[in-house]
Protein backbone atom coordinates (compact mmCIF):
# COMPACT_ATOMS: atom_id res chain seq x y z
CA UNK A 1 0.00 0.00 0.00
CA UNK A 2 1.46 3.51 -1.30
CA UNK A 3 1.64 5.87 1.40
CA UNK A 4 -0.60 8.91 1.34
CA UNK A 5 -0.30 10.97 -2.00
CA UNK A 6 0.22 14.91 -1.47
CA UNK A 7 -1.62 16.59 -3.96
CA UNK A 8 -1.34 20.40 -4.64
CA UNK A 9 -3.92 22.56 -4.24
CA UNK A 10 -4.19 22.73 -8.16
CA UNK A 11 -5.25 19.40 -8.43
CA UNK A 12 -7.58 19.12 -5.65
CA UNK A 13 -9.20 21.85 -7.32
CA UNK A 14 -9.11 20.03 -11.02
CA UNK A 15 -10.51 16.80 -9.41
CA UNK A 16 -13.21 18.76 -7.46
CA UNK A 17 -13.99 20.69 -10.46
CA UNK A 18 -14.40 18.00 -12.86
CA UNK A 19 -16.78 16.16 -10.38
CA UNK A 20 -19.02 19.01 -10.70
CA UNK A 21 -18.89 19.16 -14.26
CA UNK A 22 -19.23 15.50 -14.29
CA UNK A 23 -23.09 15.66 -12.29
CA UNK A 24 -24.33 18.82 -14.33
CA UNK A 25 -23.48 16.58 -17.84
CA UNK A 26 -25.14 13.82 -16.07
CA UNK A 27 -28.24 16.07 -15.32
CA UNK A 28 -27.99 17.28 -18.74
CA UNK A 29 -28.62 14.13 -20.47
CA UNK A 30 -31.33 13.67 -18.29
CA UNK A 31 -29.68 10.99 -15.99
CA UNK A 32 -30.33 12.82 -12.89
CA UNK A 33 -32.67 15.70 -11.59
CA UNK A 34 -32.54 18.76 -12.24
CA UNK A 35 -31.61 19.39 -8.09
CA UNK A 36 -28.77 17.79 -8.36
CA UNK A 37 -26.85 20.19 -10.77
CA UNK A 38 -24.42 22.32 -8.55
CA UNK A 39 -25.49 26.10 -7.93
CA UNK A 40 -22.77 28.74 -7.62
CA UNK A 41 -22.67 29.89 -4.48
CA UNK A 42 -21.78 28.81 -1.09
CA UNK A 43 -22.03 24.89 0.04
CA UNK A 44 -25.21 24.32 2.97
CA UNK A 45 -23.94 22.85 6.07
CA UNK A 46 -22.64 20.43 6.86
CA UNK A 47 -24.84 18.01 9.32
CA UNK A 48 -22.16 16.39 11.42
CA UNK A 49 -25.56 14.71 13.45
CA UNK A 50 -25.93 12.60 10.05
CA UNK A 51 -22.43 12.33 8.95
CA UNK A 52 -21.83 10.22 12.86
CA UNK A 53 -25.41 7.94 12.13
CA UNK A 54 -24.13 6.99 8.32
CA UNK A 55 -20.89 6.24 9.79
CA UNK A 56 -22.36 4.21 12.84
CA UNK A 57 -24.83 2.45 10.39
CA UNK A 58 -21.77 1.81 7.42
CA UNK A 59 -19.48 0.18 10.06
CA UNK A 60 -22.24 -2.00 11.89
CA UNK A 61 -23.96 -2.94 8.50
CA UNK A 62 -21.17 -6.54 8.27
CA UNK A 63 -23.05 -8.05 11.10
CA UNK A 64 -26.28 -7.93 9.02
CA UNK A 65 -25.02 -8.41 5.28
CA UNK A 66 -23.34 -6.03 3.02
CA UNK A 67 -26.47 -4.99 0.82
CA UNK A 68 -27.42 -3.19 4.17
CA UNK A 69 -24.27 -1.01 3.52
CA UNK A 70 -26.43 0.92 1.52
CA UNK A 71 -28.38 2.40 4.33
CA UNK A 72 -25.34 4.77 6.29
CA UNK A 73 -24.06 5.13 2.80
CA UNK A 74 -27.07 6.66 1.48
CA UNK A 75 -27.38 8.90 4.58
CA UNK A 76 -23.52 10.07 4.09
CA UNK A 77 -24.23 10.59 0.14
CA UNK A 78 -27.52 12.76 1.33
CA UNK A 79 -25.31 14.84 3.70
CA UNK A 80 -22.85 15.61 0.88
CA UNK A 81 -25.72 16.45 -1.45
CA UNK A 82 -26.26 19.02 1.13
CA UNK A 83 -23.04 20.39 1.52
CA UNK A 84 -21.75 20.31 -1.68
CA UNK A 85 -24.50 22.23 -3.48
CA UNK A 86 -26.24 25.95 -2.63
CA UNK A 87 -29.31 24.34 -1.55
CA UNK A 88 -32.10 27.12 -0.91
CA UNK A 89 -33.50 26.72 3.01
CA UNK A 90 -36.29 25.32 2.56
CA UNK A 91 -34.35 22.10 -0.20
CA UNK A 92 -32.13 21.40 2.50
CA UNK A 93 -35.03 21.40 5.37
CA UNK A 94 -37.13 19.38 3.27
CA UNK A 95 -33.80 16.94 2.37
CA UNK A 96 -33.04 16.77 6.31
CA UNK A 97 -36.71 15.88 6.64
CA UNK A 98 -36.37 13.16 4.29
CA UNK A 99 -33.36 11.74 5.38
CA UNK A 100 -34.77 11.35 9.33
CA UNK A 101 -37.67 9.48 7.85
CA UNK A 102 -35.37 7.48 6.19
CA UNK A 103 -33.14 6.42 9.47
CA UNK A 104 -36.63 6.14 11.30
CA UNK A 105 -38.36 3.82 8.89
CA UNK A 106 -34.64 1.83 8.72
CA UNK A 107 -33.95 1.86 12.42
CA UNK A 108 -32.45 -1.77 12.54
CA UNK A 109 -29.67 -0.24 10.17
CA UNK A 110 -28.94 2.57 12.41
CA UNK A 111 -27.28 1.75 16.24
CA UNK A 112 -26.75 4.79 18.40
CA UNK A 113 -24.14 6.79 16.70
CA UNK A 114 -20.97 5.70 19.37
CA UNK A 115 -17.78 5.87 17.88
CA UNK A 116 -16.54 3.56 21.08
CA UNK A 117 -12.87 4.83 22.68
CA UNK A 118 -9.47 5.09 21.06
CA UNK A 119 -7.91 5.85 17.97
CA UNK A 120 -7.96 4.15 14.60
CA UNK A 121 -6.08 5.48 10.98
CA UNK A 122 -8.40 6.22 8.67
CA UNK A 123 -5.93 4.48 6.06
CA UNK A 124 -6.75 1.35 6.63
CA UNK A 125 -10.08 1.35 4.97
CA UNK A 126 -7.62 2.23 1.95
CA UNK A 127 -5.52 -0.34 2.68
CA UNK A 128 -8.40 -2.99 2.76
CA UNK A 129 -9.71 -1.45 -0.60
CA UNK A 130 -5.79 -1.63 -2.22
CA UNK A 131 -6.46 -5.65 -2.32
CA UNK A 132 -8.90 -5.66 -4.82
CA UNK A 133 -9.55 -1.93 -5.85
CA UNK A 134 -8.61 -3.10 -9.65
CA UNK A 135 -11.60 -5.40 -9.56
CA UNK A 136 -15.01 -4.84 -10.49
CA UNK A 137 -17.51 -6.33 -7.81
CA UNK A 138 -20.44 -5.42 -7.02
CA UNK A 139 -20.81 -2.50 -9.28
CA UNK A 140 -18.44 -1.03 -7.39
CA UNK A 141 -19.79 -1.24 -4.12
CA UNK A 142 -16.38 -1.49 -2.31
CA UNK A 143 -15.13 1.18 -3.61
CA UNK A 144 -18.05 3.64 -3.16
CA UNK A 145 -18.61 2.29 0.76
CA UNK A 146 -15.07 3.48 1.37
CA UNK A 147 -14.46 6.66 -0.50
CA UNK A 148 -18.03 7.73 1.60
CA UNK A 149 -16.06 6.83 4.85
CA UNK A 150 -13.03 8.16 4.31
CA UNK A 151 -14.60 11.36 3.06
CA UNK A 152 -17.02 11.45 6.29
CA UNK A 153 -13.94 10.65 8.79
CA UNK A 154 -11.75 13.40 7.10
CA UNK A 155 -14.32 15.48 8.45
CA UNK A 156 -15.80 13.51 11.66
CA UNK A 157 -12.16 12.84 13.06
CA UNK A 158 -13.21 11.94 16.25
CA UNK A 159 -14.66 9.07 14.67
CA UNK A 160 -11.83 7.41 13.08
CA UNK A 161 -12.29 4.66 15.90
CA UNK A 162 -10.99 0.81 16.19
CA UNK A 163 -15.06 0.40 16.49
CA UNK A 164 -15.47 2.46 13.11
CA UNK A 165 -12.50 1.87 10.82
CA UNK A 166 -12.53 -1.98 11.92
CA UNK A 167 -16.19 -1.75 10.95
CA UNK A 168 -15.84 -0.39 7.57
CA UNK A 169 -12.93 -3.20 7.18
CA UNK A 170 -15.32 -6.08 7.71
CA UNK A 171 -17.80 -4.49 5.06
CA UNK A 172 -15.57 -4.60 2.89
CA UNK A 173 -14.07 -8.02 3.39
CA UNK A 174 -17.66 -9.49 3.41
CA UNK A 175 -18.55 -8.06 0.06
CA UNK A 176 -15.43 -9.32 -1.35
CA UNK A 177 -16.19 -12.71 0.19
CA UNK A 178 -20.05 -12.92 -1.17
CA UNK A 179 -19.36 -11.21 -4.36
CA UNK A 180 -16.60 -12.25 -6.67
CA UNK A 181 -14.77 -10.22 -9.56
CA UNK A 182 -17.31 -9.94 -12.33
CA UNK A 183 -15.29 -11.07 -15.22
CA UNK A 184 -14.33 -9.71 -18.52
CA UNK A 185 -15.80 -9.84 -22.03
CA UNK A 186 -15.74 -9.88 -25.14
CA UNK A 187 -17.22 -6.46 -26.17
CA UNK A 188 -14.58 -4.69 -23.52
CA UNK A 189 -11.50 -6.83 -25.11
CA UNK A 190 -12.54 -5.94 -28.12
CA UNK A 191 -13.67 -2.36 -28.03
CA UNK A 192 -11.01 -1.10 -24.84
CA UNK A 193 -12.03 2.02 -23.16
CA UNK A 194 -8.68 4.54 -23.62
CA UNK A 195 -6.94 4.81 -20.21
CA UNK A 196 -8.04 7.69 -18.09
CA UNK A 197 -5.40 10.32 -18.38
CA UNK A 198 -7.09 12.69 -15.96
CA UNK A 199 -10.11 13.46 -13.96
CA UNK A 200 -12.01 14.94 -17.31
CA UNK A 201 -11.25 11.47 -18.34
CA UNK A 202 -13.18 9.82 -15.77
CA UNK A 203 -16.26 12.16 -16.53
CA UNK A 204 -15.82 12.54 -20.08
CA UNK A 205 -15.51 9.13 -20.92
CA UNK A 206 -18.43 7.41 -18.28
CA UNK A 207 -20.75 10.48 -19.93
CA UNK A 208 -20.16 9.33 -23.10
CA UNK A 209 -20.85 5.81 -22.47
CA UNK A 210 -24.36 6.91 -21.33
CA UNK A 211 -25.04 8.62 -25.14
CA UNK A 212 -24.97 4.53 -26.53
CA UNK A 213 -28.01 4.00 -28.29
CA UNK A 214 -30.49 4.13 -25.94
CA UNK A 215 -31.95 0.41 -26.31
CA UNK A 216 -28.67 -0.66 -24.65
CA UNK A 217 -28.42 1.56 -22.02
CA UNK A 218 -32.13 0.82 -21.27
CA UNK A 219 -30.75 -3.29 -21.35
CA UNK A 220 -29.03 -1.51 -18.15
CA UNK A 221 -31.50 0.37 -16.76
CA UNK A 222 -31.63 3.71 -14.74
CA UNK A 223 -29.79 2.50 -11.55
CA UNK A 224 -26.93 0.52 -13.56
CA UNK A 225 -26.25 3.83 -15.36
CA UNK A 226 -26.11 5.66 -12.23
CA UNK A 227 -23.90 2.95 -10.72
CA UNK A 228 -21.76 4.30 -13.43
CA UNK A 229 -21.52 7.57 -12.19
CA UNK A 230 -21.68 6.81 -8.58
CA UNK A 231 -18.46 4.59 -9.19
CA UNK A 232 -16.78 7.28 -11.15
CA UNK A 233 -17.09 9.85 -8.37
CA UNK A 234 -16.12 7.63 -5.70
CA UNK A 235 -12.66 7.04 -7.88
CA UNK A 236 -12.58 10.62 -8.11
CA UNK A 237 -13.08 11.24 -4.39
CA UNK A 238 -10.10 8.67 -3.37
CA UNK A 239 -8.18 11.18 -5.64
CA UNK A 240 -9.29 14.23 -3.84
CA UNK A 241 -8.45 12.77 -0.75
CA UNK A 242 -5.12 12.23 -1.67
CA UNK A 243 -5.00 8.55 -2.44
CA UNK A 244 -4.13 8.78 -5.72
CA UNK A 245 -2.15 6.02 -6.69
CA UNK A 246 -4.99 3.49 -5.22
CA UNK A 247 -7.46 5.44 -7.26
CA UNK A 248 -5.34 5.47 -10.57
CA UNK A 249 -5.35 1.44 -9.69
CA UNK A 250 -9.42 1.60 -9.92
CA UNK A 251 -9.38 2.96 -13.26
CA UNK A 252 -9.13 -0.75 -14.79
CA UNK A 253 -12.23 -2.04 -12.99
CA UNK A 254 -14.19 1.79 -13.47
CA UNK A 255 -13.46 1.12 -17.26
CA UNK A 256 -14.76 -2.71 -17.58
CA UNK A 257 -17.86 -1.01 -15.36
CA UNK A 258 -19.25 1.41 -17.81
CA UNK A 259 -17.65 -1.07 -20.72
CA UNK A 260 -19.53 -3.89 -20.04
CA UNK A 261 -21.91 -5.31 -23.16
CA UNK A 262 -25.63 -4.61 -22.46
CA UNK A 263 -26.61 -7.20 -25.44
CA UNK A 264 -24.72 -10.25 -25.47
CA UNK A 265 -25.33 -11.55 -21.97
CA UNK A 266 -22.05 -11.55 -20.95
CA UNK A 267 -22.36 -8.70 -17.66
CA UNK A 268 -21.25 -10.27 -14.43
CA UNK A 269 -23.61 -11.16 -11.67
CA UNK A 270 -26.49 -8.48 -11.63
CA UNK A 271 -27.09 -6.14 -8.79
Known sequence: MESRARMSKESIAAIDGSRRDFLRLAA????????????????????????????????????????????????????????????????????????????????????????????????????????EIAELRAGGHDVIFASLALKALRDLPEYATPRIVDGIRALLELLVARRGPDRDTPYNLEHPLPPFESPQDIATITLRATLRPWGDVARIGTSGVLHWITHADAVLTLSELGYADLAQRGHAALRLHINQEVTGGERGEPE
Open 28 to 131: AVGLLGPALIARDGEPGPLGKEHLAKGLAALADAHHRGWLQGHSGAAVLAACYFRAENALDERTARALERQIDAFIAHNAADFPAPDPGPGSADPARIAERLDA
